[in-house]
């Protein structure tokens, strides 16, 4: 019970920052871009080509899921991947830039349920926020096309092929690849949230969480490492698009999100560590 | 109440602390004193379990700080200099975080508390706009709502006018006076200190190099300021009194000599008393004395 008062707590603080704010508004912006690009006539014609290529009417494909799809894929990772960073990594190393958290260890609280609350606050926002984006993407691309239509989906990386005509299907599947993309991002939280238990400034959590994921991301486009691509960080947060193939592949998802699943502890772990061995001079 | 026993830290190899050890008994006031840098604050920090000492050990009520932080600092409430609120947020936000890491938030008790602290009017204001005695005033409410038998102050008179710090002092005079509150008082105001506490621990280079009572500072030699003429003379008739000449205008006594009798034979010996007043030994000549090798010049 105390344990969701403090949690409460931290949604608080995290809600109150203009910047979470802000970043609401970013996402908007950029579904809103978008969703712009789908509608222009050059855009049309190029997808109208690739779906009857493939066997597809456009008419069924061209639709607010197809469009939610792509929204959800490329916000998250343009802009999430910056966003989320920027979040987790502020979460501890800013309270301790600017002293709130002497008033917190005037307190008898320990140092790891302190993390542990964060932790879970980071996690929540996270996985809630990937939800926000799912859902205003869909609702501006309901305004722009309609509701109707299926789901095409083409992920070239994962090797993934998919299109469900119907709505019901589609939507349904999209719920649960918005799910996993939740999970996946819970991951690039992890590694901000511990750099920020690591005795560095708030930027420095941020810029060091994307670098990681950047350097990851370029390695695993090397034709030497293919064959170990799925030891990337990146390869296995992308697991989410499994979800979406025609006939789900159980035990390599498990596969994928056991293995982040154990990052994140080893994550947490790590930052707990460096946290709680810190001096905190008042 | 709360007990420092042998604290040793160093900051990359740099003694911070050696040996540092201190009592406060319950319902007393304790003034921690020294230069920046002097250890004040890292003893502070350790006491809150923030700093891990490299040897020694705080019990706070028989509790270690150490083996049970959490338990241990049930009992305390603490204010710091400047203290970091979320600016973002008001300050009954603020007091609803906070008190949610002490074990629940009472809305009742919030209320009488920042009545008390006189911020009834603003609690709901952001404590972005605050100014610097209202921060301190919710600083105050903070550190008292968890109902703590320990209070540690640390530097919290810093930056407020002189009305601010009276009232300041004066309400912690009233904790101690009503619920026999334990307190430790960090400060670089001499007077405050003087005027708050019980007793008072020096620390030099981490080191702590005094420890007495505050009433007990005019116990040494009484000095006293005088303007005798003719001078020579009067020195004279101090010296075979038993006194000692300081400086050209000021003479100190021995404990057993009544310096009414003095005055009664130097009169008697034809020299002018035009005046002969004790001189108050403050803490700042204390301090100045422990901290220079020297009394500070008057």
């Known amino acids: 019970m105390l344990f969701f008062q403090q949690l409460r707590g931290e949604l608080r603080k995290l809600f109150a920052r203009p910047r979470t704010w802000m970043g609401y508004g970013a996402f908007i912006a950029m579904e809103a871009v978008i969703l712009a690009v789908y509608k222009l006539e050059r855009s049309q014609r190029y997808m109208k080509g690739m779906l009857e290529r493939n066997g597809l009417e456009f008419g069924t494909y061209y639709s607010s899921l197809t469009i939610t799809f792509t929204i959800m894929l490329l916000s998250m990772f343009l802009l999430g991947s910056i966003y989320f960073a920027l979040v987790a990594g502020d979460i501890v190393a800013k309270e301790n830039e600017d002293g709130n958290l002497r008033l917190v260890f005037a307190r008898p609280i320990s140092r790891l349920r302190l993390l542990l609350i964060k932790y879970t606050a980071v996690s929540l926002y996270t996985f809630s926020f990937v939800f926000f984006v799912g859902v205003s993407g869909y609702a501006m691309a309901v305004a722009a096309v309609g509701w109707e239509g299926g789901l095409f989906v083409m992920e070239p990386k994962m090797k993934v092929f998919a299109a469900y005509p119907e709505w019901w299907e589609g939507a349904g599947r999209l719920a649960m690849a918005a799910g996993g993309i939740g999970l996946s991002m819970i991951t690039l939280s992890s590694i901000a949230f511990m750099f920020s238990c690591f005795k560095v400034k708030p930027a420095a959590a941020t810029i060091i969480t994307l670098t990681i994921l950047f350097v990851d991301m370029i390695l695993q486009g090397f034709p030497f490492f293919k064959p170990y691509e799925s030891y990337f960080v990146t390869w296995r947060m992308s697991a989410w698009v499994f979800l979406l193939e025609q006939n789900i592949s159980w035990p390599k998802i498990i596969e994928s999100y056991a293995f982040l699943i154990g990052l994140n502890i080893s994550l947490f772990t790590l930052g707990w560590l460096s946290f709680q061995t810190r001096d905190f001079k008042t | ?142 550190a008292l709502l968890p109902e703590p038998e320990v209070l540690l102050l640390d530097e919290p008179t810093d930056g407020l006018d002189p009305e601010g710090i009276k009232w300041f002092r004066d309400f912690i005079l009233n904790l101690r006076d009503e619920r026999g509150m334990t307190v430790l008082f960090n400060s670089h105001l001499l007077a405050e200190v003087e005027l708050m506490c019980d007793r008072v621990a020096i620390l030099r280079e981490g080191q702590r190099v005094f420890e007495g009572r505050v009433s007990g500072l005019q116990d040494d030699t009484p000095v006293f300021e005088v303007d005798l003429a003719p001078w020579d003379l009067a020195c004279g008739l101090v010296k075979s009194a038993g006194g000692d000449i300081l400086s050209t205008g000021k003479v100190s006594l021995p404990h057993t000599m009544d310096p009414a009798t003095l005055v009664a034979a130097l009169v008697r010996a034809g020299i002018r008393v035009r005046a002969f007043s004790p001189v108050r030994r403050s803490l700042e000549d204390l301090y100045m004395e422990i901290l220079n090798g020297a009394p500070s010049p008057n």
Not at chain 2, 24 to 34: A, N, T
Request: glycine letters at 12%; zero cysteines; a positive charge.
């Open chain 2, 1 to 142: 109440m709360l007990s420092v026993n042998g604290l040793f830290k160093n900051f990359s190899g740099k003694p911070a602390l050696t040996d540092v050890s201190f009592h406060v008994g319950r319902g007393e006031i304790y003034g921690l004193l020294g230069h920046n840098g002097a250890g004040k604050s890292t003893s502070l920090g350790i006491i809150l379990g923030m700093v891990m000492p490299d040897r020694g050990d705080v019990t706070i009520d028989g509790i270690s700080v150490l083996k049970d932080r959490s338990k241990a600092l049930r009992k305390v409430g603490a204010i710091f200099e400047a203290p970091a609120f979320y600016e973002y947020l008001s300050g009954w936000d603020n007091l609803k975080i906070l008190m949610s890491y002490s074990g629940g938030f009472d809305a009742e008790s919030a209320a009488e508390v920042i009545d008390r602290v006189g911020l009834s009017k603003r609690v709901h204001s952001k404590v972005r706009t605050y100014s610097h005695g209202m921060r301190q005033r919710l600083a105050l409410a903070q």
